[in-house]
């Protein structure tokens, strides 16, 4: 089974951007489709972005849409989540997911990472 590791998470001011990076290890993660999500204290773990095998599409969340690129280099074994123009309210635990289908909802992702910490300062 593949494990996932997030990096590239920190402070960063408004309107500045973060490109998040998830290695895999374990297995190849060309196996799999790569979501996003993030999470607050006391929220939900909400959607943020989904890119298929061999990235033939890319789904975004409203949230990100615009701002958000979903991308993966699998001779890497690795995908990433780039969001520029960052908010205060894009302030979060972002976690990368591995799963065998293209969804929106957490229950449908097998593998997670243990979450990077991005905070957005205004």
């Known amino acids: 089974q593949v494990q996932l590791v997030e990096s590239g998470g920190g402070l960063v001011q408004a309107g500045g951007s973060l490109r998040l990076s998830c290695v895999a290890s374990?297995?190849?993660?060309?196996?799999?489709?790569v979501a996003w999500f993030r999470q607050t204290p006391g929220q939900e773990r909400e959607f943020v972005s989904v890119?298929?095998?061999?990235?033939?599409?890319?789904f975004y969340a409203d949230s990100v849409k615009g701002r958000g690129t979903i991308s993966r280099d699998d001779a890497k074994n690795t995908a990433y989540l780039q969001i520029t123009s960052l908010k205060p309210e894009d302030t979060a635990v972002y976690y990368c997911?591995?799963?065998?289908?293209?969804?929106?909802?957490?229950?449908?992702?097998?593998?997670w990472g243990q979450g990077t910490q991005v905070i957005v300062s205004s």
């Open positions: 997911a591995a799963g065998f289908v293209v969804r929106r909802t957490r229950e449908d992702y097998d593998y």
């Open positions: 890119i298929t095998w061999s990235a033939h599409s890319t």
């Open positions: 374990g297995d190849r993660l060309s196996d799999y489709a």
